[in-house]
């Protein structure tokens, strides 16, 4: 241990001797393991001239320790924590007393975070891509931006602002100039940071009904009232909407592909829910989280493209086309709405990791991202096709399965009688994650069905996990 | 452009032929330069397939373009954008319509994000640093955390909450298990999460004065009564708080080194301050911002390891002793806290970025850090004493600079009769930042001052915005 790293507060105004608390600073590194069983203690000298603090005191409280066999000395070679230590006696109660019960989390954790199938959001990424990545990351750390060593703008490097602006524009039909794109740390930041912007406590907001439960509880934390309003074979049903919160000052959707149902808002609700928008005043968050791997059929362009009153709040992520842990997504702003949300990412956490901006730009704007898409895109319908006739082999009677024209993940409905949280709990313990779709229903009767992503996993996992899905239900 | 990568809203519902859609969505791409002059259009049958309508409305639409000039075909080569495009009669209007006026921004930007000296919060990255760091990321990205393709903890990954453990235990004296660590994207990030989950509108909160503003805008964002509490040469004045709001739901405070003052908080004070937060129930959020770069007398601990009730929430980053674009830091809550912060983490971004958790963890765990910290506290006290000279010499009768033991910025106390925004300004046309103080202040009576940052500055750059400096007070 280096006398840099170890600190013992002293208080010199106090009734405990300076000796005391060198010798109960040490004692409580010792036992608490901060310094190791056969770890070397820092020399006397280097200890008192850090803590600024008489030498003599150093070594008396290391002879204390010495003697009740904390620390054992070897001539010439300096003080080291005994392999076998004595049983304290005085230790001060632990700080990890019996709290308070914890408020029960707002979003469920369990089995949010493996890697097991079916779990959503996981992303391959493969050789090609992983070796572009290693040389363009090292090309940016081989001569670092400047930017990296201090703070910078809150919406993101300009650089990268203009990438995503290009890309959004040519594959996603948005219009907008670099100046409107806020680079978050992936598309969950993006809309709480609107959110924090838009909402007042009260606040009347539309959520479709099944909604995503993450943004039902950012809206629950900006203090809004959730609205919810049912979804059809259309999409968010906007008539609905209207008659039950006119007045709502903003509404979440998912229009591309509804979560979870992935329904697509049609046209028609388009322009109805736009033309609310504009009449009302309202703010329409348009949340493009999975629109890029698309399979069969015409490709949809976003609600934003075709709103020409600016009311449309585009927010979109790099954690499906690339991967999660990368963190980086972006918004889309109207520009009444740009300095707002600025000074709200500076005050949540200042601006983006720069490193990641820069590789990800050079990403896209050197041609890598295109191919990426492709291949990937490719891949994730095999993994698709690969899911759907492992389900139909081994659970032909059990699950009704929708098989999706786009994104990372399939809706399966149970047989009536089955319950989706009972599966969902019976898959866990055989190691088989299945996300149960009734919990994310407010107002409307649940379906019973089961939310089994297909990207990320490979195609003898799938088989394995479905078998014992399968034994799960049985 | 690859067909991939262009999207034409298509309505097969609207007046709109399909024919004249595709025409209209090239035109913009071409005029908007999305597809630039010489750029190649998608061929017809691609373009066709990827929209899903039939090819002869595609080559009807490029025979318009063809016949308007706005593109060349060439035989056998396909598509081009002309080099000399017309100009367009019927553009829809743009976007960008003036604006209602936007709210003016919590935290001024302007100069915040400079490499100018005396610019603050800059680092330095030595070769030495750099090289490891190019290693540490080369190896795990040569063989990836599966973490990284997936959603991960709110907490952050298990094995940094360890290392950051071991180290503020032994460092800052931080009494905590690595359960009780909540890595984040900076300190900025665990402060407004902390704030968003302890305050409810009208509570509330002590904020020094002066004090940080980005923290007095994540407080008056979570909608607290900011109670401004005076700080003497002891640091805040804790007396004042008490008789100010003694029923405060929380105290944000940073004992250390007072931003922007850089007083310490006497042992009486922070006892006094325990006292308080014990007897009244309020939480004490310490900001320890600033404390690993200690160049003369004793180093201080934490508050929180004198804390014996669990009130201290102890919040740090790695955005001064690495570097700010890295978005790491981190908070310790008392257990109490823990689920909430969690809950509110994953509402609000879900998780740290998985890489450089990764490198962050074997920088510190294979001791580099350690040696890091040992090279940068030399280096920042020669900057420090380069800044403190250069001052002397070119402004001997302007400034009244204080040196600091511990840091990397300095207050210099303008001469009666200048103001410090008057001052900031002048410096800023000769492209010097000098951050004026007094707008810090909020009832206190303000005291003209510049805070100047010597970190991240060659002792050359340093010199010369001295002498700027001196001419703009001239």
Redesign the interface.
């Known amino acids: 241990?280096?006398a840099?790293?170890?600190?013992?507060?002293?208080?010199?105004?106090?009734p405990v001797p300076v000796l005391r608390q060198v010798y109960l600073?040490l004692r409580r590194?010792i036992l608490?393991g901060?310094?190791p069983a056969g770890g070397r203690l820092p020399p006397t000298r280097a200890l008192a001239a850090?803590?600024?603090?008489a030498r003599n005191s150093v070594v008396a409280a290391y002879e204390q320790l010495l003697a009740e066999g904390f620390i054992e000395g070897r001539v010439g070679a300096g003080s080291f924590v005994s392999r076998d230590l004595p049983e304290p006696l005085d230790l001060?109660p632990p700080?990890?007393?019996p709290?308070?019960p914890?408020?029960p989390?707002?979003?469920p954790?369990a089995g949010?975070?493996?890697?097991a199938p079916f779990?959503t959001?996981?992303?391959?990424?493969d050789d090609r891509t992983?070796q572009v990545?290693?040389s363009l990351?090292?090309r940016r750390?081989?001569r670092?931006?400047?930017?990296?060593?201090?703070?910078?703008?809150?919406s993101g490097s300009a650089a990268l602002r203009g990438a995503v602006a290009?890309?959004l524009?040519?594959?996603?039909?948005v219009?907008?100039?670099p100046e409107?794109v806020v680079v978050?740390?992936?598309a969950?930041?993006a809309i709480?940071l609107v959110l924090?912007v838009l909402l007042r406590?009260g606040d009347a907001a539309w959520f479709e009904d099944p909604g995503y439960p993450?943004v039902r509880?950012?809206l629950a934390?900006a203090g809004a009232r959730i609205v919810p309003v049912p979804v059809d074979a259309q999409g968010m049903d906007v008539s609905a909407g209207i008659a039950a919160a006119p007045e709502a000052r903003l509404a979440y959707v998912t229009p591309s592909s509804q979560y979870p149902l992935g329904v697509v808002l049609s046209?028609?609700r388009r322009m109805e829910l736009l033309a609310w928008a504009h009449r009302a005043g309202a703010w329409l968050l348009e949340d493009d989280y999975d629109s890029e791997f698309r399979y069969a059929?015409?490709?949809?362009?976003?609600l934003q493209?075709?709103d020409?009153a600016?009311r449309v709040i585009y927010v979109g992520t790099f954690s499906k086309v690339l991967?999660?842990?990368?963190?980086l997504g972006y918004a889309v702003l109207?520009?009444?709405l740009?300095?707002?949300v600025?000074?709200?990412r500076?005050?949540?956490?200042?601006?983006?990791?720069?490193?990641?901006e820069g590789v990800v730009t050079d990403f896209i704007e050197e041609g890598h991202f295109?191919q990426h898409?492709?291949r990937m895109r490719q891949h994730y319908r095999g993994a698709r096709d690969a899911l759907v006739a492992a389900l139909r082999e081994h659970l032909p009677e059990m699950l009704e399965v929708e098989v999706p024209d786009q994104g990372m993940k399939l809706l399966a409905r149970l047989r009536p009688g089955l319950t989706d949280q009972a599966v969902a709990e019976a898959a866990a313990r055989r190691g088989v994650i299945a996300r149960p779709v009734s919990p994310m229903f407010l107002a409307a009767p649940p379906i019973q069905a089961l939310m089994l992503g297909f990207s990320?996993h490979e195609p003898g996992r799938m088989r394995w996990a479905a078998r014992e899905l399968a034994r799960a239900l049985a």
Chains 1, 2 share one sequence.
């Open positions: 241990m280096e840099d790293l170890l600190l013992i507060p002293i208080d010199r105004a106090g600073g590194a608490s901060d310094i850090r803590l600024g603090i001060p700080l990890m007393a709290a308070a914890p408020p989390p707002v979003v954790h949010q975070y493996g890697a779990n959001g996981r992303c391959t990424l992983l990545w290693r990351t090292a750390l081989a670092p931006d400047p930017a990296l060593l201090g703070y910078a703008d809150p290009r890309y524009r040519a594959a996603r039909a219009r907008c100039e409107q978050t740390a992936g969950q930041q709480d924090r406590p993450a509880a950012a934390a046209m028609a059929g015409r490709p949809l362009a976003s493209g075709i020409a600016g991967f999660p842990g990368l963190r109207p520009p009444a740009l300095e707002g600025r000074s709200t500076l005050l949540s956490d200042w601006h983006p990791a720069a490193l990641q295109a898409l492709r990320g």
